[in-house]
C-alpha cells in the first residue's frame, strides 16, 4: 500500500512538471513522458500493480491505431509512417497519465494553479516579443505563431472552468478570469487569423449548446468585439492581418486553396490508405504542387510539411481508412464530453464536459486552415487537459451519477 501511495504521489509530480514545461520546452516534456511511463513499467513489473485505463477510450484507440498501422504497413515509405505512427502514440500518454493518477480536489487545483502560472509567463514573453522585439506577431515560447494561436484555443476555456470552480482559492479564480483576457489580446497578436476565426465559432457554440450560457456567450463576444477593435485601430499589424481574412489574392489564401487541390489529387491517386503518414512533404513538393503555387521547395523533404488542413492532411496520407479513424477518434470523444456534460448540468456552472468540448472544438475549427492535430507540443497539451478534465468529471462531477460511466 505504501509503494502504491509513493509512486502515485511520483506520477502527480510528473503530471504538475508536464502542466508547468507543456507550454516552454518540448523537450522537458518529453522526459517527463519518459519518467511516468518508466514509473509505470517499473511498478507493474515489481509489484504487478498494472493501471487500468478507461475501457471505452482503449477500445477506441486500439482501433485508432490498428488503423494507422495498416495504412503505414500499406505506405510509399513504411519506415518513415511508422516512425510517425509511433510518435503519435507517444503524444498520448499524457491523456492516460491525467486520468489515471489525478486522484483528488487537491490534485486539480495544484495542476490548474501551476499551468495559470505557467500561461502567464508565456504570455508575458509574447507580449515581450512583440513591443520590445519588435516582432510581427507574437508566438511565446510557441515554435510559430500558429501553434500559439492553437496553445491559446485551449488555455481560455479550461480558464474560464477553472474561475468557476469553488474550491478553487478566490485569488486564483480572479486571477484565471484576468488571465483568460491576456489570452485573449494575445490571440490577437499572434496574428492566427485561423484562431481569430474559431475563437468566434467556439463562442458561438458556448451561446448556441446550452440557453444557460447564453448570457456567458454573449459576454465573451463583446469582450473580444472590444479586444478586436482597440487591436484593429492601435496595432497595425493586426490591423493589417484582418484585412487580409477575406482577400483570394492574398498569397497565404491562395497558396492554401491550392494545397487542398493537390490534396484532393493525391485523394484521387491513393483513395483507399492514402500516400503513408508524413508523406505529404515529399509527395506534395516533389509531385503534386501545382505550377501555379508560389511557395516552393528547393530540395526532396522540404517544403510544406501539410495542406493548412486537418481533414485534407488525414485524407491525402491515410485515405478513406485514415478519414474514418479520425473521425471515429475524435467523434468519440465529442460524445464523451457532450454526456460528460448532460450528467453535470444543473450541478457545475461550467462543466468539465463542455469546457472538454471547447478546447477540442476550437482546435478542429483551427484546423481547417492550419493542421495542427499533428504537432507534438499542441497534442500533448490537448490529451492532458482532456485526460483531466473526464477525471475531472468523477471528482468534482455530480456525485450521484458519477457511478454510470460515459463509456
Not at 509513493?6 to 507550454?23: H, S
Request: aromatic share 14%; charged share 15%.
Amino acid at each position: 500500500m505504501k509503494n502504491s501511495v509513493r509512486y502515485d504521489e511520483a506520477m502527480y509530480g510528473i503530471i504538475l512538471l508536464f502542466a508547468i514545461a507543456v507550454n516552454f520546452s518540448t523537450a522537458i516534456t518529453s522526459i517527463a513522458v519518459g519518467l511516468g511511463a518508466a514509473i509505470i513499467l517499473f511498478r507493474g513489473v515489481k509489484f504487478g500493480d498494472w493501471p487500468r485505463p478507461d475501457r471505452g477510450i482503449l477500445c477506441v484507440m486500439g482501433l485508432y491505431f490498428l488503423i494507422q498501422i495498416v495504412i503505414a504497413a500499406l505506405s510509399l515509405e513504411p519506415r518513415i509512417s511508422f516512425r510517425e505512427v509511433l510518435g503519435e502514440v507517444h503524444r498520448c500518454f499524457p491523456l492516460f497519465f491525467a486520468m489515471l493518477f489525478i486522484k483528488n480536489r487537491t490534485h486539480i487545483k495544484w495542476i490548474l494553479i501551476a499551468f495559470m502560472f505557467a500561461i502567464i509567463a508565456n504570455n508575458l514573453y509574447g507580449l515581450y516579443q512583440y513591443f520590445v522585439l519588435g516582432l510581427p506577431r507574437a508566438y511565446a515560447f510557441s515554435h510559430t505563431p500558429t501553434f500559439y494561436g492553437s496553445f491559446l484555443l485551449m488555455q481560455m476555456p479550461i480558464l474560464l472552468y477553472m474561475a468557476t470552480l469553488e474550491f478553487m482559492p478566490m485569488w486564483s479564480r480572479r486571477a484565471a478570469v484576468a488571465t483568460g483576457l491576456f489570452c485573449m489580446l494575445m490571440l490577437f497578436l499572434s496574428g492566427t487569423r485561423g484562431a481569430w476565426l474559431a475563437f468566434v465559432g467556439v463562442c458561438l457554440a458556448l451561446v448556441f449548446f446550452d440557453k444557460r450560457f447564453y448570457k456567458l456567450g454573449i459576454k465573451i463576444l463583446g469582450m473580444m468585439a472590444v479586444v478586436a477593435l482597440v487591436c484593429f485601430f492601435a496595432v497595425p499589424s493586426v490591423h493589417e492581418r484582418a484585412g487580409t481574412l477575406v482577400d483570394p489574392q492574398y498569397q497565404s489564401n491562395s497558396e492554401r486553396i491550392l494545397m487542398w487541390k493537390s490534396a484532393a489529387m493525391i485523394v484521387e491517386d491513393y483513395p483507399i490508405h492514402g500516400i503513408g503518414q508524413n508523406m505529404f512533404v515529399w509527395e506534395y513538393n516533389m509531385k503534386y504542387i501545382l505550377p501555379e503555387a508560389k511557395e516552393r521547395a528547393d530540395e526532396p523533404g522540404r517544403g510544406h510539411t501539410h495542406p493548412h488542413n486537418n481533414l485534407w492532411k488525414v485524407a491525402s496520407e491515410g485515405g478513406i481508412l485514415g478519414l474514418a479513424a479520425f473521425l471515429i477518434l475524435h467523434g468519440y470523444f465529442f460524445r464523451r464530453f457532450y454526456l460528460l456534460h448532460k450528467r453535470e448540468r444543473g450541478y457545475m456552472m461550467i462543466s468539465c464536459g463542455m469546457t472538454a468540448f471547447l478546447i477540442a472544438l476550437g482546435l478542429q475549427l483551427e484546423g481547417m486552415t492550419d493542421t495542427n492535430m499533428n504537432q507534438v507540443p499542441i497534442m500533448r497539451e490537448y490529451w492532458l487537459l482532456v485526460g483531466m478534465l473526464l477525471v475531472s468529471g468523477k471528482i468534482v462531477g455530480c456525485p450521484a451519477r458519477d457511478s454510470k460511466g460515459a463509456n
